[in-house]
């Protein structure tokens, strides 16, 4: 059974933490539920700790010339230097985070898909965009494991979110330890599931494990964190996972009856064309893995990124890329 670090999230407090919505309510949140055993939430609602009362006068974003305004029309109040101002000072006091999981369609917590109006008395939309806390996070920790409770309904969004919080954390362990021996380790265990993401990167961070130009070693994890986090930002694309089952089924090519051989490909071929799900496929590798005791293939993390008991493969059928 693989080992797995305790990534840090920051989670808005409303989802399962506590009754701090505008109403009074908290909000029931499935992934979060599940995923509290294997992290250690950090919940935080940036409404409250500015003060706002609850429940509260709703607040909502408004169109300005220097971007959106963070309003509460009831009161006439204008919360936006105030809501940066807490939000700067939260996020500089965070020493270890992996990920960030926020309360979608939120004028302070959601990403994206935040309603602008066009005035604070007027009901009209005229753009979507990020809710304030929301933007900061992402100017600020971007490249880490951010996603908004909603999307995690989509199978993909919630595989690559839940892969990257326990990779990011993975390194993180790493990083602390100061050895480039444990960078060379992690890297070397990540190989597969880093190829399914960007062979290219892929190479680049391992030339940079190499140390060629003798760095500092807190040099070479910075350089590679960089390198990691543009590798991982965005979901592997299926015809990568196809190329890694390929790299991967060719250590076992001399081993396997004509019979498995075919029975494999053709799997991989309706994973392909979106018959039957990753798992299936990567199960019979895995199995020829153990049964073959081909011990490189045992370290890697592609076949198990995060906790088995995560896996959960329900899907909304709904989702999009921020970018
Ligand atoms: S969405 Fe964010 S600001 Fe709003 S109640 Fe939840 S935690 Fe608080």
Redesign the pocket.
């Known amino acids: 059974m693989r080992y797995f670090p305790t990534p840090i999230v920051v989670v808005?407090?409303?989802?399962e933490f506590g009754p701090?919505?505008?109403n009074g309510e908290a909000?029931p949140d499935k992934v979060v539920q599940r995923l509290d055993e294997f992290v250690e939430f950090m919940p935080?609602?940036?409404?409250?700790e500015i003060g706002l009362g609850i429940p509260r006068d709703v607040i909502r974003l408004v169109d300005a010339e220097n971007g959106p305004r963070l309003v509460q029309p009831a009161t006439e109040k204008d919360l936006t230097e105030t809501m940066v101002r807490f939000t700067r000072g939260y996020l500089d006091s965070l020493s270890d985070v992996d990920g960030f999981l926020?309360?979608g369609r939120?004028p302070?917590?959601?990403i994206a898909d935040v309603k602008v109006y066009n005035q604070s008395d007027n009901a009209q939309v005229i753009k979507k965009t990020d809710?304030l806390?929301a933007k900061e996070v992402l100017d600020t920790f971007g490249g880490l494991a951010i996603e908004e409770e909603g999307r995690l309904k989509n199978f993909t969004l919630r595989e690559h979110f839940l892969t990257k919080l326990f990779t990011i954390a993975s390194f993180r362990e790493q990083k602390n330890s100061g050895q480039l021996s444990r960078l060379i380790d992690f890297h070397s265990n990540n190989k597969y599931l880093f190829m399914a993401y960007q062979p290219k990167i892929l190479k680049e961070m391992g030339q940079l494990t190499a140390n060629h130009d003798s760095l500092p070693v807190p040099t070479v994890y910075n350089k590679y964190e960089q390198k990691l986090m543009e590798l991982m930002a965005n979901p592997a694309a299926p015809q990568s996972h196809v190329n890694v089952c390929q790299h991967i089924f060719g250590y076992f090519k001399k081993e396997l009856s004509g019979d498995e051989k075919r029975y494999f490909l053709d799997e991989l071929r309706q994973y392909e064309e979106e018959k039957v799900p990753l798992s299936t496929v990567l199960a019979i590798l895995k199995a020829w893995t153990i049964r073959f005791d081909q011990k490189y293939l045992k370290r890697q993390t592609y076949f198990e990124p995060y906790p088995l008991e995560l896996v959960e493969i329900s899907d909304s059928g709904k989702g999009r890329a921020y970018t």
């Open positions: 808005s407090k409303c989802l701090v919505r505008y909000i935080v609602c940036p409404e409250v926020l309360k939120s302070t917590c959601g809710g806390f």
